[in-house]
């Protein structure tokens, strides 16, 4: 079994099972936090599912974008921390 083969047949089936229960607490998240972070995880999911993607097919300019994703989450999160800290600072 290779590597290709290992990642196509267990890893890539657990990164799906993964993003059916992140889009499972999206949809069922109570609060905005949990929406928030529901979707910084499917980001950060995404980034693995591109770079996995990026090994079986043997092209690394797909890595470019996982990065991006990657800083889009980050500043995402710093973002969404500093409009929670602000608000509860007003209240």
Same mark, same amino acid.
């Given at each position: 079994? @290779?590597?290709?083969?290992?990642?196509?047949?267990?890893?890539?089936?657990?990164?799906?099972?993964?993003?059916?229960?992140?889009? $499972? !607490?999206?949809? #069922?998240?109570?609060?905005?936090?949990? !929406?928030?972070? =529901?979707?910084?995880?499917?980001? @950060?999911?995404?980034?693995?599912?591109? @770079?996995?993607?990026?090994?079986?097919?043997?092209?690394?300019?797909?890595?470019?974008? =996982?990065?991006?994703?990657? $800083?889009?989450?980050?500043?995402?999160?710093?973002?969404?921390?500093?409009?929670?800290? #602000? !608000? #509860? !600072?007003?209240?």
């Amino acid at each position: 079994m @290779t590597v290709e083969d290992y990642i196509a047949y267990v890893v890539m089936p657990i990164i799906c099972l993964a993003i059916f229960f992140i889009i $499972l !607490r999206f949809i #069922k998240g109570p609060q905005v936090v949990d !929406r928030v972070v =529901a979707l910084d995880l499917m980001i @950060t999911v995404g980034v693995a599912f591109i @770079t996995l993607f990026s090994i079986v097919v043997n092209n690394p300019m797909f890595l470019e974008e =996982a990065m991006i994703m990657a $800083l889009i989450a980050f500043l995402s999160s710093v973002a969404f921390s500093y409009y929670i800290f #602000k !608000r #509860k !600072r007003d209240e």
